[in-house]
């Protein structure tokens, strides 16, 4: 018996012992990443040259959770700015005396095309105030060049290339998987909504005519104006960057410099050298987002109350809370309310970047909008995509920004029933049987093909909603609703085309909607910046982060190429009631 207790105390102190040191690391860890999202405050020195490698995906505002781009395999952080820091920070350094210039140390840029387009506009800003710019990667993707265009200096790895051949948009489509299955996918779109193409992937083992028309429209808009700067900017004319594109002629180093997209062949080391000489000293150079921590010295001037508060609609519409990196309508009506009834917000910049989603949800977040712009300035500013829902929870603005490049329009919708009662019955060998009180009991039955009744009804309600939304969208842009059901159809639109047509009402980013915003509420400059929803406390994402994030997070990085796939189909599992959204998949590169 005195040795049963012998071990049974040893094991407990050494389960007890355990756990403490568990404990103990678990808190090491949490002080870490707190002391990591805890900005500290730095200072430049002379000669700065701010480098620039992003590698994070930026989003239009910055994580703050510390897990957002935690490296798990290595378990370290990689601090990642979303484009409201980043176009805060760029034109801080515009006036910081201490910074001399910027390195664009880079080959691909992870980020949509008008996200890409805001940054570039504010480098513009920032080279127009005397400072460098100098581009330098090993190879260079269409996106990464575009922004390093505008550079005093471009240089490329002796055996690097600048990949540059055009645009592609890829839809991935599950009719082939779905009839192996035995599963029906019951789609009702809109009256002659033959441009809603969010349903394809599910008809069809190919884009319909009408999609592949639109398609090439809008890559072709978008590749227009991609070219009209980088023709503006490396005196070389579009017809003959076409043919460079068509022909991949810049897949070599001499090359790129024989036709003028480059400025110098060189290792990196030569690279640094021709800074050091450019600065006339040895430069200090500094992460650009450790510079984020740097607070210049202001004029002492009266803080203003007064704030321009901007909320984020950010990701796919749906009901309810909004989860990591989507909207949810309780959430972000909410958001909205907060700041309509607070009275130091003197006016309201929303930021779209979403594809649509669930109708109703889609309603329910546009109502708050209308009831905003009662009580002050209400603007939109669209990023890489405001289409069908996206552009829906805009209409009501007084006024809406989008970049040349934006995706906007799809005004349309679509409801789709699933049938898997094929892949039950000759998959599974799971029969189903019921009993009904009323003829359509079973309306809506995933289990069973829609009768003619149920599908006429659910046609109905798809056909009054797209009514109703055209006629939203004529009321509040002030067009006619037979001009406005001819651009609509689920068509999509680039933004300058969007602009022609009415749809948005000057091309521009966030920031210039934030500007347009003070102007219209009278502020003058003297304003703060709030930002909605409001942000989760730190425990509050650890919690999350243990209950589950982590695990998505690790799968989605080791995923890597074949991860938006797999979230395509993820989406359409959960589409749930009529939608207004694009194509669930559409990968442009």
């Known amino acids: 018996m005195k040795q049963f207790f012998k071990f049974m105390f040893a094991s407990f102190a050494g389960t007890l012992l355990t756990l403490i040191l568990i404990m103990l690391l678990f808190a090491g860890m949490v002080a870490s990443i707190s002391s990591m999202a805890q900005k500290q405050r730095i200072k430049t020195k002379p000669h700065t040259v701010l480098r620039i490698a992003w590698k994070a995906p930026i989003r239009d ?86 922004l390093a265009s505008l550079s005093n200096k471009i240089y490329l790895n002796p055996e690097g290339l600048v990949l540059f051949k055009g645009l592609s948009a890829q839809v991935m489509f599950l009719k082939n998987l779905l009839d192996k299955l035995d ?28 999609n592949r028309q639109q398609t090439k429209a809008l890559l072709q808009s978008i590749w227009g104006n991609l070219l009209a700067t980088l023709s503006e900017n490396r005196h070389v004319s579009v017809a003959e960057m076409n043919k460079l594109a068509d022909n991949l002629t810049l897949s070599d180093a001499k090359q790129a410099l024989k036709h003028h997209f480059i400025d110098g062949i060189a290792y990196r080391d030569m690279v640094l050298d021709s800074i050091k000489k450019r600065v006339g000293a040895k430069p200090d150079y500094m992460a650009f987002a450790k510079y984020d921590n740097v607070i210049l010295k202001k004029k002492k001037e009266k803080i203003s109350r007064n704030r321009i508060a901007i909320i984020y609609a950010l990701g796919g519409i749906s009901k309810g809370k909004s989860k990591d990196n989507s909207i949810g309508s309780a959430t972000l009506a909410e958001a909205i309310r907060q700041a309509r009834l607070n009275k130091h917000v003197k006016a309201i910049v929303m930021r779209v970047n979403s594809p649509g989603g669930d ?104 056909t009054r909603i797209y009514k109703n939304f055209v006629a939203l969208v004529a009321r509040t842009r002030h067009l006619r609703k037979s001009f406005v ?105």
């Open 61 to 146: 505002r910055t994580p703050q959770n510390p897990f957002e781009n935690f490296d798990f395999s290595t378990m370290r952080p990689n601090r990642s700015l979303g484009l409201n820091d980043i176009l805060k920070d760029i034109g801080k350094a515009a006036k910081d005396p201490n910074v001399d210039g910027i390195f664009l140390d880079m080959g691909s840029i992870p980020a949509g095309i008008a996200t890409t387009e805001e940054i570039y506009n504010k480098l513009k800003d920032f080279k127009k105030s005397g400072k460098f710019i100098v581009s330098y990667a090993n190879n260079y993707d269409q996106k990464a060049y575009y």
């Open 485 to 589: 059901d001819s651009i609509a159809r689920g068509h999509v639109w680039a933004g300058s085309e969007g602009l022609k047509l009415g749809l948005v009402d000057s091309l521009g980013g966030l920031q210039d909607a934030i500007a347009y915003a003070a102007k219209e509420a009278k502020l003058g400059k003297n304003y703060r910046i709030t930002e909605y929803p409001k942000r989760k406390e730190f425990l509050q994402e650890l919690m999350a982060e243990f209950s589950g994030k982590a695990e998505s997070r690790i799968l989605s990085n080791k995923l890597q190429v074949f991860e938006p796939y797999l979230s395509g189909i993820q989406t359409f599992s959960q589409m749930k009631g009529i939608q207004a959204r694009l194509p669930f998949v559409m990968k442009i590169e």
């Open 359 to 462: 109708a109703q949800a889609s309603d329910i977040i546009r109502r708050e909008v209308a009831l905003a712009k009662k009580a002050k300035p209400f603007i939109v500013s669209m990023g890489n995509v405001a289409a069908s829902g996206g552009y829906w929870i805009s209409t009501n603005a007084d006024y809406i920004f989008a970049e040349p490049t934006t995706i906007t329009g799809s005004i349309g919708v679509f409801g789709i029933i699933p049938d898997f009662q094929g892949f039950m019955n000759k998959k599974l060998g799971i029969t189903f049987d019921k009993v009904m009180t009323n003829k359509n009991a079973d309306f809506v039955d995933v289990m069973a093909p829609m009768n003619a009744l149920q599908r006429q009804k659910l046609n109905t309600g798809i």
């Open 183 to 210: 599963i029906k996918a019951q789609v009702i779109r809109g009256p002659n909504n033959k441009y809603k193409s969010a349903v394809e992937p599910l008809l069809y083992d190919k884009m319909s005519a009408a």
